[in-house]
């Protein structure tokens, strides 16, 4: 719910529009489930070779929009979920041209570490 557009421009992000939870009438509550069970984890493998050539696609394709003017050296702000692709790419930036990148992901994982300074 929290990037529903209403109008209000969002450049980072941190930028938020509303209230950070929904509401609800506790009237509509039928249960509420506790438990100590750990959330499961994937193990996160360093990328693979069809990881890094797709990364290396990806970082060309940006490269190209920079130099024919759609895009700046800053990029927009770039959004991934996870996995090796999505790990490669963001192991890829920090040895690309591009500077002050902004960046979210639903999650870090090792493989993406270094890359950690750059994301907001």
Sequence with gaps: ???????TRLT?????IGIPYL??????IV????TNQPDRNTTSTPPDETSRLIAGHMIGFLQHEVKKG?????LLLLQSGVGNVANAVFASLKDSPFENLTATR???????????????
Excluded at 106 to 120: G, L, N
């Design 12 to 16: 980072h992000p941190s930028d938020r």
């Design 106 to 120: 639903k999650c870090f994982r090792t493989a993406c570490s270094t890359c950690s300074p750059m994301a907001s």
């Design 70 to 74: 759609g895009l700046s050296n800053t």
């Design 23 to 28: 509401t609800c009438d506790p009237d509509k």
């Design 31 to 34: 249960a509420i489930v506790e």
């Design 1 to 7: 719910m929290h990037d529903i557009y209403y109008g």
